[in-house]
Structure formats: C-alpha cells, structure tokens
C-alpha cells in the first residue's frame, strides 16, 4: 500500500477561527488536486497557538467546535488531519486532534502530556487526554501524538502497543536556537524505541513573543531523518509512505528541494535568528493591523539592525526612520543614520530635540531648584524622544519599534517612557554581542550599516562624551554574566567559580534585579533563546533576595 502525505506548514492568527478554516480548506483542496491522499496540519490551527486563556470561553470553543465541523463537511476527496481545542463537560478543554473523511470523523485524540514550563501554560489551559488514537490511512495503522507527547515516555509506546507502524505528530513548537536539533533527537529517539516512522508537521508564523519555525521532518524507523521543510515560511510538503504487506511501513519519498538536517556553522545560526526576528516583526505588525513601523534612528548599532529588520521585515516603503539628535549628539551619528537609512530605502526625518528639552527644562526650573543635576535630564532627552516618536507612530498608523537589547534591558540601562516608549522590542532578547554578530552578517547580504557603526564605542549620548562602559561593565564581561544569571539561574559563587570578576557580578547582580519593574513595563520583545524576558522569567518586582549574601 502507498500513501501520499501533504505537511501542512501553515500561518494562523491566533483567535482567528474563520480565518483558519479558509487557509485550511485551500490547503487541503489544493493538496487534493495534487494526489495528496491525506493532509496533516498542525497543533491547534483552528485556534492558533497559544490561545492562552480564550480557551477558557465556552463562546470560544463554540466558534472552533463549529469552524471544525464546516471544514470537514467543505473538504471532500482527502483525509483531513487537524487539531483544534475541544471543549469538555466538567473540565477544562482538551488539545484535541481528528481525522476526518468527507464529513465523517475516523478517529479522536487528546494530547496527554501537557506542558507547564518555559513559554508553556498547558496545566492552566487543557485537561490531559488519557488514550491512544489509532486508525488505518491508507492501510496504513496509524497513531496520532500532539506535540509535548512524543518528548515524555508513554503516548508514542501506547500508540505502538495499539497496533500503530506509523506515527504523526501535530505541533506548535516555537522556536529559539538549537530547538531543531532537539526535536529531531527526540523524535528520532522515539522512533527507534517503537520501531515506527515519525511524520512531524510544525506551525509557521509569529504570534506575539513567540515564533514559530516550521521546519518540519520526517523520521526513519532507525531514526534517521532525511528530510526537513524550510524554516520561517509557509508552504504544503509531500511525503510519499509505503507498508508491506507485514504491514511495516517505510518513507520511501520526501522533496527534493528542501534542505535535509545537518551541522549549523556561524552563517546558518545567524540567519535563522535574523530570520525569526523578521518573521517576528512581519506577522506582530501586520496580524495587529499597523501600516507599518516607525523606528528611532540614532547612529547606533542597535537602532541600525532594527531598522534593517523591519525594513526586511515589511518592505522599506513601510518603515520611517525619525533622527533626534541633541546637544550631545555627534555629527557622525547623524551621517552614520542617514546613511543607513537611505542604503535601506526608508524615510527619513531628522527632528532636534534642543528644543523641546530645554523647554522642559525651564518648566521644571522651579520645582528642580537645588537638586544637583543627574540622570533626570539625562532621561528628559529620551522621553522628549518617545513624545516625538509616540505622535507619530498615532498619526500614520504605524507600530514604534524600540531598539534596546537584552543586555540593556536586563541591567535596566534605558528610559521609562522614553526609549522604551514603543510597541515591540525586536532585540529584547538578543544579546549586545549578538547584535553586532547580526549586523556583520546582514552587511553580507548586503552592505546595510556602515563599518564606523560596527566600530565606535556604543554611546547613549546623553552627556558629553558618554560611553555604555562608563555605566556598565564592558560589554564581554556583562554578557557574559547576564548568560550565567538571567538564562541559567547560575549562583553568585557559580559564576565567580568560572572566573568571571567578582565586583562585577555583584554589580550587574543588582541591576537585574532592581530593574524587574523596568522589564514589567516594557514591549514584548521576540524570543530567540530558551530564557528571554519574557514569559519563561517570572520575577517579583519587589524581591528582598539577595543572591550575593548566600
């Protein structure tokens, strides 16, 4: 028996029931017409992933309850592989999956390993389902697994033990770097435990912090795994499975025009990140309804690789750069600026703020009288800034990116309603050293950002001759210690241990965590790693602990 099987690799708004349904019906229909016999899309498509606390509506799973059925009854000459959330009498909803066949469903399954950790609140969301989903496609017996099951032991063995010599797995797997090699180590270890192949289809798409990948795979019995889709785009795979007549079953065909797994070198890695975060800019803006971006541009390395994204991200025609400079600002950076922003292709105004902040300045004259001056004028600047950037960002209906990185953000090295004035922060969670990485392999696709850019000294330029190392330790040694502290937890004896300087660790120490009501209030920013600033790190803003004191 021969099986043809269309990978769905879809891009969904979450809560976008209907508009699901038709992406859905499309893929299929145009699978159909190509000989697919069966096409498998991915966790939760109806819904997208996450749909967080919107499962918890009756209306909700009402809408997606009715949005599943239309679909089944529309699709007509092809097996339809979905999931969706399945509301339950007594309980919280179920992450459910179905297979249906011109109207009638063959086969029902709940995912069983919920997942609580990192970026994941399944706990919360879904009721845990309890049996295995076993049907023949094709001849073909065939298990369903959603996702966290095939990373825990007991859903794949309960499918196997059932009968199954065929597994597909539907997934919403958000992506931050290495997460494709751990899923095909998983998978592949799951496969020649059970001695079965493994189908394995990925949602594409942004959906607030989180991307999604796709790069779905396809699995060997041995674990082999000789096929992956493109990353970071839609587009609707064919797989082609044979069984025996013992009844085992083989992948005897995948695309040939798609890249098979193998060693990332330093290229590869960066253009994934540089990918994710395009992708991550191009679906929050357009899903939430903005016509574009507007971005501060200072001369500076971060705010040269923002407005080299989100002009990759939505055209250069949608994305306006705003010069501010100040009394402090150096010509070179308003050269470097514009430079930039012409070799991109973007608008451009330049607005001195001179003005407006020293009109602030003598309205506080009376109130400010005594006080020695200090960051407060240093902060009056980028607040003067985000007033600007804020009025017109409203006005022409686009979304103000802001450019702080995640080594700023951690120590708080930035403004309140000032530069963190904005919608989205497409560098929270990338690293000052990985911001200069990017922008080097960027300017090799083309030269973007002048070399002056990559090699002054980074500077806010809100006093005379400012420099960052004036205020933190150099940008090596921070990075390093924000790796230890923020993205694995590592104690204060931990990272002296591993000969990083004491005094500075006490020092950034500190920052990160008299900063968490800094990181409360600013813009979501996309996730790359496994521990951004984000959901995954939870702290209280007010926090007595002290980590340097045990």
């Not at 038709?22 to 190509?34: G, N, S």
Request: proline letters at 6%; hydrophobic letters at 45%; a negative charge.
């Amino acid at each position: 028996m021969s099986l043809r099987l269309a990978l769905a690799q879809i891009n969904v708004t979450v809560g976008d029931v209907s508009g699901s349904g038709r992406r859905i019906v499309a893929a299929a229909l145009e699978a159909r017409d190509r000989g697919a016999d069966a096409i498998l899309f991915p966790e939760l498509v109806i819904s997208g992933y996450p749909p967080e606390d919107l499962v918890l509506r009756q209306d909700f799973l009402e809408a997606c309850r009715l949005e599943v059925a239309a679909v089944a009854a529309e699709v007509q000459g092809i097996t339809l592989i979905l999931g969706f959330p399945e509301a339950v009498a007594g309980a919280r909803p179920a992450n459910s999956a179905a297979v249906w066949r011109d109207g009638v469903c063959l086969a029902h399954y709940r995912k069983q390993s919920l997942p609580n950790y990192g970026v994941f609140d399944e706990a919360r969301h879904f009721s845990p389902g309890q049996d295995a989903a076993v049907f023949t496609l094709n001849g073909m017996v065939t298990g369903l697994t959603i996702c966290e099951d095939i990373w825990v032991d007991g859903p794949v063995e309960q499918a196997v033990a059932a009968g199954a010599r065929l597994i597909l797995n539907l997934n919403a797997s958000p992506w931050h770097q290495g997460k494709q090699a751990e899923r095909v180590a998983v998978a592949a270890q799951r496969c020649r435990h059970g001695g079965v192949p493994m189908v394995y289809v990925n949602l594409v798409g942004g959906q607030d912090e989180l991307v999604f990948d796709g790069h779905s795979f396809v699995v060997s019995a041995d674990g082999d795994c000789p096929w992956r889709a493109p990353g970071f785009t839609e587009g609707i795979y064919y797989v082609d499975i044979d069984s025996d007549a013992d009844g085992r079953v083989q992948i005897v065909a995948t695309p040939d025009e798609s890249a098979v797994v193998g060693d990332q070198g330093e290229d590869v890695l960066l253009g994934e990140i540089y990918a994710a975060l395009v992708l991550g800019i191009r679906d929050y803006v357009r899903k939430n309804g903005f016509e574009g971006a507007v971005i501060g541009l200072s001369g500076g390395i971060d705010s040269a690789l923002t407005l080299a994204l989100a002009a990759d991200a939505l055209g250069p025609e949608q994305v306006v750069a705003v010069l501010m400079p100040s009394r402090y600002t150096q010509p070179m950076s308003i050269e470097d600026a514009i430079s930039e922003a012409d070799a991109l292709g973007c608008r451009w105004y330049q607005l001195p703020i001179e003005a407006p902040f020293q009109a602030f300045t003598d309205l506080l004259a009376q109130p400010l009288a005594g006080w020695p001056e200090d960051l407060t004028e240093e902060n009056l600047q980028a607040r003067c800034r985000g007033v600007l950037l804020m009025a017109i960002a409203n006005k022409q209906k686009r979304m103000l990116l802001t450019t702080g990185n995640k080594s700023e953000m951690s120590v708080g090295y930035a403004t309140l309603y000032g530069d963190m004035a904005g919608a989205l922060a497409p560098l929270k969670d990338v690293f000052k050293l990985l911001v200069y990485r990017l922008a080097a392999w960027r300017n090799r696709q083309s030269p973007v950002i002048p070399l002056r850019v990559m090699e002054r000294p980074p500077s806010a330029e809100l006093r005379p001759d400012q420099r960052d190392d004036d205020s933190l330790p150099p940008y090596p040694v921070l990075d390093a210690i924000l790796a230890a502290y923020v993205e694995a937890d590592e104690s204060v004896a931990d990272m002296m241990a591993r000969g990083l300087p004491a005094a500075d660790i006490q020092r950034v120490v500190q920052l990160v965590d008299r900063s968490e009501f800094k990181r409360r209030q600013s813009p979501p920013g996309i996730r790359i790693t496994r521990r951004a600033l984000g959901r995954e790190r939870r702290y209280p803003m007010t926090n007595g602990f002290r980590p340097g004191d045990w």
